[in-house]
């Protein structure tokens, strides 16, 4: 196979546009994509011609507005390409409008109170700095979704929105630093995707996997991953067929899959591209996950991308790796070799240091769900603390300019931003640290506390917005200065004393930073219910009205979308539970104490003197549970039933955290207990072994 040869074969890409259009045709939409300026209308109909002739030759039938509404996957509504002719036959046509607006019913997305149900109609409209794509047949056209007045109802028109931001004020810093050549300053994300790969039996044998995305029930398997022998290890030929045909089905789409290994824990893996745009990165990230599971389901497996699929061993994550880039090839978070460079550097710097402190709830809310809650301030990787890693020499570097010292490294004298030169950070990737949750890597942040079935638009909304409004801070100080370097110096010494609280190079895991964390007034937000009342906080609603991201309302409405998908999710897992507990569970439990009965029965018509005391000590055991599971399941339909009625979402969230939750973890535990002890041949499903090891 000839990777460069089908890299992108079925993506509406710059090489095809430049080929398929007339030259000014495509100047003029070469402009819009690179410099966000609004799109000619006369062109549109030109356009979508093209993409029409394009995508039918390659097979196509249909096409579809591809976007992102607030359920946090994309949507889809395909069309045919045909239209009737006077004979009764049809040909196939695609107009500017079509390619430029869509008219949906929104009636059944997620607008938490946004879309009044008397004004159903919703809008997308493309995003031509995102290529149109051929899935399964149909013309994919990335879209933003927004309301008939005009408020968002998706994902990545804040996304664009919050690029925009960051863009402007960028670009002020730049000039300050006697950039002029620079025109664009835009987000880079690599996201690198973690998931489990299990046998499509096994899935389709527990209900809790087919409802809910992760077992309710399981005991530990006597094998887990304290071997560690999973990560980085050889990889077994059926998955290495799957991800063969992965990165095929992925480059077709245009996406530089790069990296892939095996996890930490048993069936899991990691999937890294090349990072790109952030807005294109984030609809990449769609389409990967997407076609991790259809590809799974081509080679008789199931792709679980849930954060806590399995009990006692790793759950799965996405790092998004952030940084800037300018369109002349430029990374803004790469120190560079002059002094400009280098208090360049250390103010982009420190506007993120600035941002990560004053924003720690909204950086630890945009992470927040119900599966992630099972990862964050649980007893595995991020904690739920919100930090920044510098790393040694950058922290040395710091210190130094802070108190004026002597920087011990190379250049042993007193550093003064914008004169002197930082001495050369390490980017070696040995020594980083893989505990904190937002960690600077040599040229860029890893923000490691997202869920792996995240949309990263969400996470990323926040990191450029909150960025965005510390250059703004900054740019506004320095352009009134009257000596550049004076208030450069000035303004950096004086953010590290105000923010150095929130850095922390040490193992975030321990209780002691916990401790630590505390006595340095940081933010501990344990789950989601805790976390998103944040949301609209006055300081964040400010924000995001100051930097034309979101309007009150929007803040609002997305809050309560996150809360109400809490306390769903919570919902079908508590009737998961009852309904796995009552109608399997319980049955084969009492089947094989029947059968007991009947050993103990048998035992005793042979002679009294045989010993029953095992049996008599198993029976007593698994009926004492299984009344006890039962019980539980009572108790959680009864909270169920009062979290129903409860009508404040903040309430009903917090009321599932605080009792359902708990309840849960009760009636499994009966549950966990009686598969240790029940038959094999009686348990109702498979257990963590047979899954766990199924590939
Ligand atoms: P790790 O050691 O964490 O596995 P890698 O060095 O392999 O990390 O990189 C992880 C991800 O970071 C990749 O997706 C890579 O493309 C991305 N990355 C590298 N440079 C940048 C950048 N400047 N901006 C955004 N992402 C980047
Ligand atoms: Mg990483």
Redesign the pocket.
């Known amino acids: 196979m000839k990777v460069p040869e089908i890299f992108g074969e079925n993506v509406f890409n710059l090489q095809v546009m430049q080929d398929k259009l007339p030259k000014e045709v495509f100047k003029s939409l070469k402009e819009t994509i690179d410099k966000g300026t609004p799109l000619d209308a006369g062109i549109a109909g030109i356009v979508a011609n093209a993409m029409k002739d394009w995508a039918v030759e390659k097979g196509a039938t249909h096409y579809t507005h591809w976007f992102q509404p607030m359920t946090g996957i994309t949507a889809e509504k395909h069309d045919s390409f045909i239209s009737p002719t006077k004979d009764g036959k049809v040909i196939m046509e695609f107009s500017g409008k079509e390619l430029v607006v869509g008219e949906s019913d929104a009636s059944s997305f997620p607008s938490g109170g946004v879309r009044a149900t008397f004004e159903a109609r919703g809008y997308t409209a493309w995003d031509p700095t995102s290529f149109a794509f051929i899935k399964d047949g149909t013309l994919c056209i990335p879209t933003t979704f927004f309301s008939y007045s005009g408020e968002v109802l998706d994902k990545k028109t804040p996304l664009l929105r919050s690029m925009r931001a960051l863009n402007e004020q960028a670009l002020r810093i730049l000039r300050l630093f006697g950039n002029t050549s620079v025109k664009r300053v835009f987000p880079?994300?690599?996201?690198?995707q973690e998931y489990f790969l299990i046998d499509r039996k096994m899935y389709d044998a527990r209900k809790d996997l087919v409802f809910s995305g992760r077992t309710l029930f399981g005991a530990k398997a006597p094998k887990g991953q304290e071997l560690e022998d999973h990560y980085f290890g050889p990889i077994k030929l059926r998955v290495s067929e799957f991800m063969k045909d992965l990165d095929v089905e992925l480059w077709k789409l245009g996406i530089f899959a790069?990296?892939k290994h095996n996890e930490v824990a048993p069936s899991q893996h990691e999937l890294?591209?090349?990072?790109t745009v952030t807005n294109l990165a984030s609809d990449q990230n769609q389409l990967i996950m997407e076609t991790m599971k259809k590809v799974a389901s081509r080679h008789g497996l199931y792709c679980l991308l849930h954060e806590k699929p399995f009990e006692g061993i790793n759950g799965s994550g996405k790092?998004n790796?952030?940084?800037l880039?300018t369109d002349k090839g430029g990374?803004l978070?790469d120190p560079g070799s002059t002094p400009a460079e280098n208090g360049q550097f250390m103010l982009f710097l420190m506007a993120v240091v600035k941002a990560v402190d004053e924003y720690q709830d909204l950086l630890r809310l945009t992470v927040t769900s119900a599966g992630n809650d099972h990862r964050l301030g649980a007893n595995e990787a991020p904690p739920a603390i919100v930090s920044i890693y510098l790393g040694e020499e950058l922290t040395e570097v710091i210190d130094a300019l802070e108190h004026d010292a002597k920087y011990k490294g190379k250049s042993k004298q007193i550093m003064k931003l914008g004169v002197d030169t930082l001495p050369e950070l390490p980017k070696d990737?040995t020594d980083?640290n893989r505990t904190s949750p937002f960690a600077f890597?040599g040229?860029?942040f890893?923000f490691r506390m997202l869920g792996s079935t995240f949309s990263i638009a969400g996470p990323n909304i926040i990191v450029n917005t909150i960025v965005a409004d510390e250059l703004r801070q900054f740019a506004d100080e320095l352009e009134k200065a009257p000596d550049f370097n004076a208030a450069l110096h000035d303004l950096i010494v004086r953010t590290i004393k105000e923010h150095k609280r929130i850095i922390y190079n040490g193992n975030n895991y321990s209780e002691e930073w916990k401790k630590e964390a505390e006595r340095r007034g940081l933010l501990n937000l344990k789950n989601s219910a805790e976390a998103l009342p944040y949301f609209a906080a006055k300081k964040n609603i400010e924000l995001f009205e100051r930097n034309k991201v979101f309007t009150e309302r929007e803040v609002r409405s997305r809050m309560e979308i996150m809360l109400d998908n809490y306390s769903k999710v919570l919902t079908i897992e508590a009737l998961t539970m009852i309904e796995m507990g009552r109608q399997d569970i319980y049955p084969a439990v009492n089947a094989y104490i029947a059968e007991l009965c009947g050993v103990i029965e048998h035992k005793r018509e042979v002679t009294a003197k045989m010993d029953i005391s095992a049996e008599k000590e198993v029976v007593e055991r698994l009926s004492a549970a299984n009344s006890a599971m039962y019980g539980s399941a009572q108790e959680i339909e009864g909270l169920v039933a009062e979290a129903k009625r409860i009508t404040d979402t903040e309430k009903q969230a917090k009321f599932f955290a605080d009792k359902v939750i708990p309840a849960m973890e009760k009636m499994r535990a009966f549950a966990d207990e009686m598969e240790g002890y029940t038959a094999k041949k009686y348990w109702p499903f498979p257990t963590y072994g047979d899954i766990l090891f199924s590939v």
């Open positions: 880079t994300v690599g996201a690198e790069k990296t890294a591209p090349i990072f790092h790796n952030w940084s880039s990374n978070l990737t980083r890597t040229n860029k890893e």
